[in-house]
Structures are given as structure tokens and as C-alpha cells.
């Protein structure tokens, strides 16, 4: 189904309720331009949905041209929704959906005594941790990092008990030059270079990276490639884009830094909460 229907309903919709693109839009929290780009063929962001049906007085069903009653997909719902986004604006979109999902998961014990359109937009920071997993968000105008974990049937423990291999990655990235290095790699993708070179852009001693270099093979978070040249046989380093190191550099990045805004940090278990 094309989304552009979302627009001429919204249209229909505000006429018979008998209110101004102005009007709407201060309902809702947005600007009449925005409405006017809506009804002229635009999509409203999904999280928008719930309260454009509340203040025109209909269904989400029927702001997409359905008037049958059924019940929702939610996940079906957004994989439509993603789908009919430009490219350019797919991941800017996909973030902010996980935003208001960690927003509202954390809300559920402090809401009475916070304000949530407050901290809905802007930099801030919210957690949510229960027995069975967590939900860390830091939220920036610039940049965000958006983190959730279940254990499924486990707890919480169970997510947090790191073994050799974790022990084994931490160790090597607080040896010296080996975060540098790896970041130089990052920047470089998905090109290989010899030691040389990136100990040259790394501003390395080259005896230091390719011991540094073997680590990092040696952990998969670099890969190694033989070349043959006129002048014998050296080796090439890469970064192996198939691990998942970046979420964690991102995580010590915005964490090592300050952000303004709120914490909401609730336990279910009913152990304690609290809020700054």
C-alpha cells in the first residue's frame, strides 16, 4: 500500500473535524508546514500516528485509508513504513523510532513524577535495567547510541559475565597504540595496507604495529591478506567488517564523554528507583 494515502487522509480528516494545518499541527506538536507537507504527499513520522488518530477522532486504520476494524501488526506496520522512506533518510528514521521505544520502555515507574516532553527531544541520557536484560540510550542532537539486551530465560548476570574471550579483547585495546590502530584500520576500510603504511598513518613505530596488527588478527578484528610483489612477498591488514567492535567503541566514546539531560533508571524487581 502507498504511504502517500496517509497524507490525503489526514487532509480529509482535518477538514471534517473543521481545523486549521495550524491548529493541527499544535495538537500534535509540530508545525503547520509540516501538516502541509503531509497532506501534499509527505509521511508523518510513525511515532506521530497515535496522535494525529486521537485529535482527528480516528483509527490508525483508517488514517491508511482502512475502514474495516482489525487488529494491528506493529511489526509489519513499521517494515511498511521503513520501506517507503528515501534512502537518506531510512537510518535517521530507524533511530528515531528505537528513541521513543527506550524513552517509553523506561518510563513505566517514573512517569507520575516526569515530565516526558521534556527529555523527548534533545541530548539526554536513559537506562532501563531489570533482571532480565537492559535498555541504554544516549541521546544527542548530533549523534546517538542506542544499546538493549534480553537474556531470555537468564537474568541479568548472565548477560554481564564475561569470559576469555571478552577478558582477552579488553586487555589487547587497553594495550598501548592497539585502539589507535584499530581505529586507523576503521578509517581505512575496506582497504588492505601493509604495516608500513598503517603504522605510518597510525603514527606508529612499524616494529610496534605488525605486533599490534597480529593481535588483532589473532582476535578477528583485523584480517591479514598475502600479497606477492616484484620485490617478494609481503603482508596486508584490514579491518574484518563482519565483527561487531563498533557498537562497543561507540558505546566508550559517548560514555568516556558527558551528556546533558536525564537519567531514568528503574528496577523492577522492586529493589529501588531513582531519577536526576
Known amino acids: 500500500m502507498s504511504y502517500s494515502i496517509v497524507g490525503e487522509q489526514i487532509l480529509k480528516f482535518r477538514k471534517e473535524k473543521g481545523l486549521t494545518q495550524k491548529e493541527l499541527g499544535e495538537a500534535i506538536g509540530v508545525s503547520s508546514s509540516a501538516v502541509s507537507q503531509w497532506e501534499s504527499g ?7 500516528l497515535p496522535a494525529l488518530s486521537d485529535v482527528l477522532g480516528v483509527t490508525v486504520d483508517a488514517l491508511f485509508g482502512r475502514t474495516e476494524a482489525r487488529r494491528e501488526d506493529i511489526g509489519e506496520t513499521i517494515r511498511q ?4 522512506l528515501p534512502e537518506e533518510k531510512l537510518m535517521e528514521r530507524i533511530v528515531s523510532l528505537m528513541r521513543e521505544m527506550a524513552l517509553y520502555g523506561c518510563l513505566d515507574k ?4 516526569m515530565d516526558f516532553n521534556s527529555i523527548q527531544e534533545g541530548s539526554g541520557e536513559t ?10 540510550a544516549i541521546l544527542s542532537e548530533e549523534q546517538s ?6 537474556g531470555g530465560q537468564g537474568d541479568l548476570a548472565g548477560l554481564l559475565s564475561p569470559g576469555e574471550d571478552a577478558a582477552g579483547l579488553f586487555g589487547l585495546l587497553s594495550s598501548p597504540h592497539a585502539l589507535t590502530m584499530l581505529i586507523t584500520l576503521y578509517r581505512e576500510a575496506p582497504r588492505h595496507r601493509t604495516a608500513g603504511v598503517l603504522a605510518k ?6 616494529s610496534e604495529a605488525e605486533e599490534i596488527l597480529q593481535k588483532l588478527t589473532e582476535h578477528q578484528l583485523a584480517e591479514d591478506l598475502m600479497l606477492e610483489t616484484e620485490d617478494g612477498t609481503t603482508m596486508a591488514y584490514a579491518v574484518k567488517m563482519n565483527r561487531t567492535i563498533m557498537p562497543i567503541l561507540a558505546a566508550a566514546h559517548f560514555t568516556a564523554g558527558q551528556t546533558d539531560g536525564i537519567w531514568i533508571l528503574t528496577d523492577k524487581r522492586n529493589l529501588g528507583k531513582g531519577g536526576k
Open 127 to 136: 537506562v532501563l535495567i531489570t533482571k532480565e536484560g537492559f535498555i541504554a
Open 81 to 84: 513504513y521503513l520501506a517507503s
Open 42 to 48: 509527505g509521511t508523518p513520522d510513525i511515532s506521530l
Open 110 to 113: 517514573v512517569a507520575g513524577i
Open 201 to 206: 598513518l597510525s603514527g606508529i613505530p612499524q
Open 145 to 150: 547510541f542506542l544499546s538493549a539486551a534480553w
